[in-house]
């Protein structure tokens, strides 16, 4: 069997959606902590995100599948605790994209995702899910989410 490298976990993690953001990989996430290859099987380490938002056995399975046909194991790990300041350009990018505002630690308002204004405030504490709140734009007057920072 050929040899897997680096790269191709990697590539192939990136095609592993988040179960509520399909928009986003696990790699966009940050939750992919580290990839090991040896003897042709791959471990890889991820980090959970939420803990409102589990959902880690349809991720396990997810990650098996497209890492097949290599034979590959998946590990939770928690020595370090996921913060949203793991998430990728690229999956802040996407974030707005969906219409979700992403983490922000600037202490700024949240800019909305729909029109860039910062004239928006919080609705709610608790959105659809555990890890997003609920926000208003007062400038486009739409409604919009936001995840949590962490
Ligand atoms: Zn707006």
Redesign the pocket.
Known sequence: MAVVTQAEVWEKLGTVPDPELPDLSIVDLGMVDHVAIENGMVHVELMPTFVGCPALHWIQDKVERALAPFPATVEFVYHTPWTTDRISPQGRERLTAWGVAPPNRSGQPLA??????D??HRTSEFGPSLCRSIYY?D????P?EAWKTL
């Open positions: 909305c995702p729909l029109c860039g204004s004239q928006t734009c400038s486009c007057q739409q919009f």
